[in-house]
C-alpha cells in the first residue's frame, strides 16, 4: 500500500526550488570546469553568464527554437534567471572560491548530481506534453521535443562554445553522444511511447524507474570514474544487427 | 486540343509517392557521395540520418525558420519520414551496396535526377503561394521563400556539413552559387510574377515549361559532363551592365 | 517654454526617410571597409547585397528571431528595402567610386554617423515597447529585444561574416563588445527602466538627452580618432565591486 504509492508521490514532487537549484549548481561547475571558462569569465562577464543561462536553460531554448515558440521565453521566469545567476556568481565570483570548492567534494557533488538526474526526468515528459499539445500524435516531434529538453544544452554546444569563443566543429553531440544525450534519447522515446499508450505502465511509474536509472548509474558512473555507458552491449548489438554490412561499402570505396 | 490539355494535366500531377521518392533518393545518393559521409554513416547513424533529412527537407525547414513556423513540422508528416529513412537506409547500408550501385547505373540515374527536378517545380510554386499566404502581396519575401523551398537544403549546406563535423566557412552557396540554386532563384522571381499576374502566361504553362527546362538542361549537363551553368552568358551580360564599373574600386583600393 | 518643448517635438521626429537612409549609408559603408567585402562585392554580388542587409536590418531581424516572429518580415517593407539596395549599389558600383569618396569626406560623415546615432534610440524605444507587447513587464525579455534592435548587426556579426566567407570564431561581440553595443545595452535598461516608471523622467525626456549623449560621444571619438569609451572608469569600479575576486579562481587554477 505505503510502497505502491511512492512513484505517484514522487511524480508529484515538486521541482522548485531545490531540485532546480542543483540542476544550476551542477550545470554552472560543469561550465566553470570547461578549459578557458575561468579566464571567459574574467574578460567578459557577460558573455560568462549568457553562457552559463545555455548551460542552465539550453534544453528550453532549443524546444522554443523547434516549436516556433520565443526563445527568449525562458527569460519571463525572473525568478528561475535570478536563481540560475546567483548560482553563476557565486560559483564564479565567490571569494576564495569557496562555493565551488565546498561543493566540489564528493558527496555532495553526488547528491547535486542526482538530483539534476531528476529534472531531467520531468523535463523529458514536459517536453513530450508540450509537443503533443502543438502536434497531436506527432510521435517524431514529440521525442525529438522531449530528448531536446532532456539533453538541454548538449545539443546546442557547438554553439553555446562559440559564445566563449571556442568552435570545434569536427565533434558535436550527434557525431559523438555523450551518455546524458544518449539516456535522454531513450528517455524520450519511453514516454512517448508511454504517452502512446504503447507501454503497460502508468507514467508516474515509468517515471519512477527511470529516475531511478538515471541517478543510480550517474552516481555509479561519478564513483568508479568509468565512461562507459550502461547502453554499450545494446549498441554493438543494435549496430551489428541495423548497420552491420558497414564494412562492404566502405571495401567498395577501397576498389 | 489534346496538346494543349497537357500542361494542365501535368499541373495536376501528384508528387506523392514516386516523384518524392526519387528526390530522396537522388538526394541520398548526392550525401553519400560527399566526402567522409560514409565514414561518418559508420561512426554515427543519428547524425548521418540527421544529415539526410536536412538534404531531404532542407527546402521545408528553411522556409518554415523564415516564416517562424516550427522547423520540426517536416516530422509530422510520418509517411514520408518513413519513406526518406528508408531510402537513405538502403543506399548507406543495404548489402553489398545494391541500391546504391543499381541507382547509379546511367540511365536509372538520369530518371531519377529528372523526377527530382520535376519536385522542384512544385516546391517553388507551393512555397510562392504559401509566402503570400503569410503576407499578401510582399514579392521579396515571396521569392525568398520559394527560392528557399526550391533550392532546397543547397543554402543551409554549411550547416548541413556542421552536422557531419564538416566545417568549411570559406564557401557557402552564396559566394559560389551552384547551378541548382541559381535555377531555383529564376524559378521563384518567375512564379513570383506569374502570382503578381505580372506574366502573359498561365500559371499551368509556366510549371510545363519551366520544369521541361529544368529537366533537359538538367539530362543534358549529366550527359555532357558539363559545369558550365546556361545562364553564364546572361550573367556576364548582366554584370556588366549593372556591376561593370567594379574594376574602379578595385583601382581605387589599389592606389 | 519653446525651450521645454524641443524633446517633446524631437522624440516625434520621423526617422524615414533622411535618418533611415543615414543609417543605410553609414551601414554600408562600414561594411565597404571590412577586409574583403570589395573582393566578395565583385565576385558574388548577392552575397554582398544579403550581407549589407544584415548590416542595415540586423537588428531587427535579431528581434524578431528572439520573439519569433518571422525573420524576413523586413522584407515587406519594400520601401526600405528600396533605399537600402540603392544606397548598397551607390557605395559599392558607383561610376568612380563617387558616392563612397564624397561621403568619406569629413563633415558628411560626421553628419551620417550622428543622424546614424538617431536612429539608434528609436530603435531601442521600438523594441522595448515591442517586447512588451508580448510579455508583460518582462524587463529582462524587454532589455533583450531593446539591446539587440539597437546594437543591430553587431551581435550577429560572426553569421553575417559568414555570408562573406569569414568565420572568426575566437572574437564575438559578447566577447568583446564595441562601443555601439555597450551604449546600446545602457540605453535598453535606461528605456525599460523608464518604461516601468521606475525612472523619474519622462520618456521624451529620456531620449532627447540620451540621443544627444550618443552623437556627442560618437562625433567626438570620431574626431579624436580615440577608442576608448566613456564607460571605461565606470566598467573598472562596477568589475572591481561585482568581479573583484576573480584572480582568486585563477590563482586556484594555477596551484
Redesign the interface.
Given at each position: 500500500m505505503e510502497l505502491g504509492q511512492v512513484p505517484l508521490l514522487f511524480s508529484r514532487l515538486p521541482m522548485f526550488p531545490f531540485f532546480d537549484v542543483a540542476h544550476y549548481l551542477a550545470s554552472v561547475m560543469a561550465l566553470k570546469e570547461q578549459p578557458g571558462a575561468?579566464e571567459?569569465?574574467?574578460?567578459?562577464?557577460?558573455?560568462c553568464w549568457?553562457s552559463a543561462m545555455l548551460y542552465c536553460f539550453g534544453g528550453s531554448i532549443l524546444s522554443?527554437?523547434?516549436?516556433?515558440?520565443?526563445?527568449?521565453?525562458f527569460?519571463?521566469n525572473?525568478t528561475n534567471?535570478f536563481l540560475a545567476s546567483s548560482v553563476w556568481?557565486l560559483v564564479?565570483?565567490?571569494?576564495?572560491?569557496i562555493i565551488?570548492?565546498c561543493f566540489s567534494f564528493l558527496p555532495l557533488r553526488l547528491m547535486i548530481a542526482g538530483m539534476k538526474e531528476v529534472t531531467r526526468t520531468w523535463k523529458i515528459t514536459a517536453g513530450v506534453a508540450h509537443a503533443n499539445s502543438?502536434?497531436k500524435n506527432?510521435?517524431?516531434?514529440m521525442v525529438?521535443?522531449g530528448w531536446a529538453r532532456g539533453a538541454g544544452g548538449g545539443l546546442i554546444s557547438?554553439f553555446e562554445q562559440?559564445?566563449?569563443?571556442?568552435?570545434k566543429?569536427?565533434?558535436?553531440e550527434?557525431?559523438?553522444?555523450s551518455y546524458p544525450v544518449k539516456v535522454a534519447l531513450v528517455g524520450a522515446v519511453l514516454f512517448t511511447l508511454q504517452h502512446a499508450q504503447n507501454l503497460p505502465i502508468a507514467r508516474h511509474n515509468l517515471m519512477f524507474f527511470y529516475t531511478t536509472f538515471l541517478v543510480v548509474t550517474k552516481v555509479t558512473m561519478m564513483l568508479t570514474q568509468s565512461a562507459v555507458s550502461p547502453f554499450a552491449p545494446f549498441e554493438s548489438v543494435l549496430?551489428c544487427m541495423?548497420?552491420g554490412?558497414?564494412q562492404?561499402?566502405?571495401k567498395?570505396?577501397a576498389e
Open positions: 575561468v571567459v569569465s574574467r574578460q567578459s562577464p557577460i558573455a549568457f522554443s527554437l523547434m516549436l516556433a515558440e520565443p526563445p527568449v521565453g527569460l519571463a525572473s534567471i556568481y564564479f565570483f565567490c571569494p576564495h572560491d565551488y570548492r502543438h502536434y506527432a510521435w517524431l516531434i525529438a521535443v557547438n562559440l559564445v566563449r569563443g571556442v568552435w566543429p569536427e565533434s558535436n550527434l557525431l559523438k553522444m549496430g541495423l548497420f554490412w558497414q562492404t561499402p566502405s567498395v570505396k
